[in-house]
């Protein structure tokens, strides 16, 4: 116990350390250059003169980086979380709105692929006829990017948002599908047989044997099928815009705003470890010892 807290506390120890030479390394590289001083012509010194600068002075301005500071991500991160829901009109909400927007959508396209490729993935491990005349589909279907069903989820759904759901929707399916007819395909013999012997009922022997059995396999399916799906959808939101955390960056690229672009970087971040993290803890829960 006290080896793995002194693990824990070495490797936030090390983190820290990690974070302190990015934020070093980046706030040297936008800090202001020097110019070499340049002999100013005739003009350029009554430009300056009429603009109310020192000409000498204006011969050795330093060069302020175009790329946000250490300093300017600070502010821009305090203004967003300030008032993280504002809703000024439809090009102008808050982050916390639209990262609303997004997990809305994919809560809805993970959840009917839940509903899909679970039981799906039932039928293939438990059934080899049904394997073998699906596996061809599978294997055709599953290596298309998700982002390539979206003209035509545009074209037959006429609608942006429901289109991201579909598009959620396609990229979960995969893993978890895959996963599910492992999970279920692996179950031991001897559980089965003694199910079997005991003549328990399909429904009830796939519930209450095979489901606990693949639970974690299930899961791991689960948890690639939730990073891709928060990976897919900030792309789909700046193809289709409107709202969004992908919209939100795509937007504030449009505006030239680089600190904002970051910030929503970061934010995509920590979202999809924290769903990350869920899914882990509920594998965590259901993992057993043999």
């Not at 934020?23 to 603009?51: C, F, G, N, R």
């Not at 089965?192 to 005991?198: E, G, P």
């Not at 959808?233 to 960056?249: C, N």
């Amino acid at each position: 116990m006290n080896n793995a807290k002194s693990l824990r506390l070495k490797a936030a120890a090390l983190s820290a350390v990690f974070l302190i030479v990015i934020l070093a390394i980046w706030h040297v590289s936008t800090l202001p250059s020097k110019e070499p001083k340049v002999t100013l012509t005739a003009d350029q010194i009554e430009y300056a003169q009429l603009m109310g600068k020192d000409p000498q002075a204006a011969a050795i301005t330093p060069a302020k980086s175009s790329f946000p500071t250490v300093a300017d991500m600070g502010k821009t991160i305090a203004k967003q979380l300030a008032d993280p829901f504002y809703d000024n009109g439809p090009n102008d909400k808050g982050v916390g709105i639209q990262v609303a927007y997004s997990l809305g959508r994919v809560a809805l396209g993970f959840g009917f692929a839940v509903a899909f490729a679970i039981p799906l993935g039932f039928l293939i491990g438990m059934s080899p006829l049904a394997y073998r005349a699906l596996d061809p589909f599978i294997q055709v279907l599953k290596p298309i990017s998700p982002l390539a069903w979206m003209p035509i989820a545009l074209y037959t759904i006429k609608d942006s948002s429901i289109s991201g759901i579909f598009v959620i929707f396609i990229c979960s399916i995969w893993p978890m599908l895959t996963n599910t007819a492992f999970g279920v395909a692996g179950v031991r013999r001897e559980w089965l047989n003694v199910a079997n012997t005991l003549q328990v009922r399909p429904m009830r022997k796939a519930i209450e044997v095979i489901l606990p059995a693949a639970a974690p396999t299930i899961l791991t399916g689960m948890r690639i099928s939730m990073g891709i799906a928060w990976l897919v959808i900030v792309a789909a939101e700046m193809l289709v815009g409107g709202t969004g955390i992908g919209y939100f960056v795509w937007n504030e690229w449009n505006n030239l705003s680089l600190a904002n672009v970051i910030f929503a970087i970061l934010v995509i971040g920590l979202v999809g470890m924290a769903l990350d993290m869920l899914f882990a803890k509920a594998q965590k829960a259901v993992t057993y010892a043999d």
